[in-house]
C-alpha cells in the first residue's frame, strides 16, 4: 500500500521522466529500418530506444499497396544512463530474460456424428491443471449424455491434447454448423466464414474442414496447427485466415567483392611518445603490384518461386547480372570473374570503376624548376611547395615538407607532413580528407575530415564532417572553424590572444554558406525592387495628375515596369531556391558536437546549427552539445576512433 507521501514521491519522479523524454517519429520500408531511423534521430543505439507503432508497413503484391512502417520512438531513461556512466558496474546492466508464459490448463468438447469427444491441454509454467470438475462442467454445458466418468477421468489425467470420445448427445443435422470459403488477395489469402451450431449440432473438425478446404481448390499454405486451435476455440461469424501462399522470392544481383578498403574515410592515427602524429604509419596510399587480384564478381543468384492457396505457381526473377567495373591498368582473370591488376601503383575507384594510378613523385621542391603541377594521378613531393605555386591531382597528394602561400586541389586526400603556413591566402582543397603537423593563416576545404597533430592557427577551416586535433599541442587558436558532425581538440582558443575563434558543427558548410548567400541576394534583390516600386508610384502619381507624361519620362514609365516584372520574377526565383536549400539544411539528422580534451577558453564562440553561445566561463575536459534547442556542456567525449579508422597500403617510400 502506498501512502500520501510515498505517493508524492512517485508523481515527482514520473514528472521528472516525462520532462527528460524526447519523441520522435520515423518512418522505413522495415520496421527495423523505422526504428534505426529514430535511433539515428535520437542520437543513441537502437537497443536504448522503444517504441509504438502508429502505422504497420506493408510489402504489397507485385510492386502496389507498398507502405512504409511509422512509429513513435523515445530514448529510455535508463538506458541512457547505462551509455553515459563509464564507471558503472555490471551489475547495473539488465540483460532481457524471456518470459515465461503462465497458462492454466483447459478442457475442450468436440461434438461430431460420432459421439461427444473431450480434449484436455496441459499447462504452462506455473498454471493450474484442468480438473475433472472442469471437463464434466463443459461436457454439461454441450448437453453431453451417457459420460463415461472413468474415460472423463483418463482423459484429464494424460491431458494428452487428443480428442476421445466419452458420450452421446441427440444429434440433429439440420443444426449443424455451417461453414463457406472466401480466396482473396490474388489467391494468395483463404478465409472462412462459419455460423455456430444450433442445438444437436455437430462442431466442425480439422479433417473436415481440410476437406472442405481441398474440395475448393485450397491445396497450399494451410496450416493445420491453426485449424486445431480453430475447432477448440471456434471463431463464428467473422472472416478466418486458415491459409497463406507463398510470395516470389527475386534472386539476389551480383554485386563486386572489393579486396581493397574502398571507404577511404577511415584513417588509423598512430601517436607517439611525444604526442605527435606518425603520418608515415597511417597507410593512406593503398599501394598494388602487378599481378595482384583487386576484386571479385559473385554471381546472380536465382530466384525462388511462389506458389498461391490454390497452387498456382508464382515464377520470380532471377538476380540481375552486372559488368565488370574494369578501368584502367586492370584486366580479367582466366576465370572472367576477378580483376587483376596490370602495373604497381594506387588503386582507385574513379566514377565506379577500378583503376590502378601510378604515383608521380617530385624529387625536391615544387617551385621554379618544376612548374605548376597538374597530374592526373598521386604526387608525392619530397620537399615543399613553394609561394606561388599550385599542385593539382587527381589522385592524393602528399608532402614531406612544408607548404607555403601555394594551392593544393586533390580530388582525393592531401597529407603534409610538415604543416601549411598560408600567409592569409594559401588554399587547401581535399576531395575527402586533410592531414597536416599543423595549419596557420591558411584556407581549408575538405569533403571529409581534416586532421591536425599540433594545431590550427587564425585559419578558416571547412570539413563535410569532421575536425580534429590530436596531439600534446592540439590547440586551436583563432580563425573560423565548420564541421557538419564534429571539432575535437586538446585546447580551443586563448587567454591572451584578441583573435576571434568560432566553432560551428552540425549542418553542412557549403550548404549553410548557400543559404547565406541566398539571403544576400534575395535581400538586394527586394530593395532593388522597392526602389523601382517607389519610382514607378511617383511617376503614376504624376501622370494621373497632369494626365500625360513627356515623351521621355513615359519610356522610362514603361522601362520601369518591366524591370519591376524581371525583379519580381528574380525575387520569387531566389526565394524558392532559398527555401530548397534551407529545407535540404533542415533535413539533416547531424548530430553536431564540439570537445576539448584539456580547456576551452572564454571569449570562443560554439554554434551548433541555429544555435550561437559564448563561452563565458572556461571548461575542462567538455564536450558542447545541442539538446532541446540549447547548447549545453556535457561529460568530455573522445573522438570516435572507429570513424577514423584508415585503410591499409599508404607508404612514403
Known amino acids: 500500500m502506498v501512502d500520501f507521501v510515498q505517493l508524492q514521491v512517485l508523481m515527482k519522479e514520473w514528472l521528472e521522466h516525462d520532462r527528460t523524454v524526447r519523441i520522435v517519429d520515423a518512418e522505413g520500408p522495415t520496421l527495423e529500418d523505422a526504428a534505426a531511423e529514430a535511433a539515428t534521430m535520437l542520437g543513441v543505439s537502437v537497443k536504448y530506444i522503444e517504441y509504438e507503432i502508429l502505422e504497420k508497413g506493408s510489402d504489397g503484391f507485385f510492386g502496389t499497396g507498398k507502405k512504409d512502417w511509422k512509429i513513435r520512438a523515445y530514448e529510455q531513461i535508463k538506458a ?3 551509455q553515459t556512466d563509464e564507471t558503472a558496474d555490471s551489475d547495473d546492466i539488465e540483460f532481457a530474460v524471456p518470459a515465461i508464459e503462465n497458462k492454466d490448463g483447459e478442457a475442450f468438447v468436440n461434438l461430431r456424428s460420432e459421439g461427444a469427444f473431450l480434449k484436455v491441454v496441459p499447462p504452462k509454467g506455473n498454471g493450474k491443471k484442468a480438473t475433472e470438475k472442469q471437463a464434466l462442467d463443459a461436457l454439461a454445458a454441450r448437453n453431453v449424455k451417457d459420460i463415461n466418468a472413468k474415460a472423463v477421468s483418463e482423459v484429464v489425467k494424460n491431458a494428452s491434447c487428443e480428442y476421445i470420445k466419452v458420450g452421446t448427445f441427440d444429434s440433429n ?18 478465409y472462412i466464414y462459419v455460423t455456430p451450431p444450433g442445438s444437436g449440432g455437430c ?43 507463398d510470395k516470389p522470392v527475386n534472386g539476389r544481383d ?91 601503383g594506387q588503386v ?51 608532402v614531406h615538407g612544408t607548404v607555403e602561400k601555394a594551392e593544393l586541389d586533390a580530388e582525393g586526400d592531401i597529407i603534409v607532413h610538415q604543416g601549411i603556413t598560408g600567409k592569409s591566402s594559401g588554399l587547401i582543397r581535399a576531395g575527402r580528407s586533410l592531414w597536416a603537423r599543423f595549419i596557420e593563416n591558411a584556407i581549408v576545404e575538405s569533403g571529409n575530415m581534416v586532421v591536425v597533430s599540433d594545431g590550427i592557427v587564425n585559419s578558416q577551416v571547412d570539413a563535410d564532417k569532421r575536425i580534429i586535433c590530436q596531439g600534446k599541442r592540439a590547440s586551436i587558436v583563432g580563425g573560423r572553424l565548420r564541421a557538419a558532425e ?31 548567400s541566398l539571403r544576400i541576394s534575395k535581400e538586394t534583390a527586394q530593395k532593388h525592387l522597392d526602389d523601382v516600386q517607389l ?66 577558453y572564454t571569449g570562443v564562440k560554439i554554434i551548433i546549427r541555429d544555435m550561437k553561445e559564448d563561452v563565458r566561463t572556461e571548461y575542462k575536459a567538455a564536450t558542447f552539445i545541442l539538446e532541446d534547442g540549447l547548447i549545453r556542456v556535457t561529460k568530455y567525449e573522445e573522438p570516435d576512433a572507429e570513424s577514423i579508422k584508415g585503410p591499409d597500403g599508404y607508404t612514403t617510400d
Open 348 to 398: 582507385v575507384i574513379v566514377s565506379g570503376k577500378i583503376n590502378v594510378e601510378p604515383i608521380y613523385t617530385v624529387a625536391g621542391n615544387v617551385d621554379i624548376k618544376t612548374g605548376n603541377i597538374i597530374f592526373l594521378g598521386t604526387v608525392i613531393v619530397s620537399g615543399n611547395v613553394e609561394a606561388g605555386f599550385s599542385v593539382k591531382a587527381a589522385g592524393n597528394i602528399e
Open 254 to 344: 551480383a554485386y563486386i567483392q572489393y579486396n581493397f578498403e574502398t571507404d577511404q574515410s577511415k584513417v588509423r592515427l598512430r601517436e607517439g611518445a611525444n604526442g605527435r602524429v606518425d603520418f608515415k604509419e597511417l597507410n593512406i596510399i593503398q599501394n598494388v603490384v602487378l599481378g595482384q587480384p583487386l576484386a571479385r564478381k559473385i554471381p546472380p543468384a536465382t530466384g525462388n518461386s511462389g506458389k498461391t492457396v490454390t497452387g498456382k505457381v508464382i515464377p520470380a526473377k532471377n538476380g540481375r547480372d552486372i559488368q565488370l567495373p574494369l578501368g584502367k591498368n586492370v584486366h580479367v582473370a582466366d576465370d572472367d570473374s576477378t580483376i587483376i591488376a596490370d602495373m604497381n
Open 173 to 190: 443435422p439440420v443444426n449443424d454448423t455451417s461453414l463457406t470459403v472466401d480466396i482473396s488477395d490474388q489467391d494468395m489469402k483463404a
Open 80 to 82: 541512457r544512463k547505462i
Open 203 to 245: 462442431d466442425l473438425s480439422p479433417d473436415l474442414i481440410l476437406s472442405f478446404l481441398r474440395n475448393n481448390r485450397i491445396i497450399h499454405g494451410v496450416n493445420k496447427g491453426i485449424l486445431e486451435d480453430f475447432c477448440d476455440k471456434p471463431v463464428y461469424k467473422e472472416a478466418f485466415l486458415v491459409a497463406e501462399g
Open 535 to 600: 519610382n514607378l508610384l511617383t511617376l503614376i502619381n504624376i501622370k494621373k495628375q497632369r494626365k500625360s507624361l513627356p515623351e521621355d519620362k513615359e519610356a522610362y514609365l514603361h522601362e520601369l515596369m518591366d524591370h519591376r516584372q524581371q525583379l519580381i520574377e528574380d525575387v520569387r526565383k531566389i526565394s524558392t531556391e532559398l527555401e530548397s536549400a534551407q529545407n535540404y539544411l533542415d533535413s539533416l539528422k547531424t548530430r553536431g558536437r564540439v570537445s576539448v580534451s584539456h580547456k576551452v
Open 486 to 516: 564534429e571539432i575535437h581538440a586538446k585546447t580551443i582558443g586563448s587567454p591572451i590572444s584578441g583573435t576571434e575563434t568560432i566553432c560551428e558543427v552540425g549542418f553542412d558548410p557549403k550548404g549553410k554558406e548557400k543559404v547565406n
